[in-house]
């Protein structure tokens, strides 16, 4: 079993940066893709950006530009550097794992960072 643990949500300012970190442990050597998801009040939860083992990507068209995902697999980490945040980036994020063959939204989730960026 793989557990999922974040950090680095907060409030920030419009026009801010904040950077997400996501360690994994357990049964690590089932990861092939972390992701990073979001859902803001009242919407549903979407993604926002993954990377597979062997580093590549995949961005939502919202976030293309500003946010940058990364992957460090000695430590067992993925990381969602967010850049130029605005008030609609406002939500729970929530990093995911999930081995190969089965998609990020039926992986592993962790519990959760709040974002939110003020007008």
């Known amino acids: 079993q793989v557990q999922l643990v974040e950090s680095g949500g907060g409030l920030v300012q419009r026009g801010g940066s904040l950077r997400l970190s996501c360690v994994a442990s357990g049964s690590i050597f089932s990861i092939h893709v972390m992701g990073w998801y979001r859902q803001g009040t009242g919407k549903q939860r979407t993604l926002v950006a993954d990377?597979?083992?062997?580093?590549?990507?995949n961005y939502a068209d919202s976030v293309k530009g500003r946010f940058t995902i990364s992957r460090d697999n000695a430590k067992n980490t993925v990381y969602l550097q967010m850049n130029s945040l605005k008030p609609e980036d406002t939500a729970v994020y929530y990093c995911t794992a999930a081995p190969p063959g089965v998609p990020t939204s039926l992986g592993l989730w962790g519990q959760g960072t709040q974002v939110t960026v003020s007008p």
């Open positions: 990377i597979t083992s062997s580093g590549t990507t």
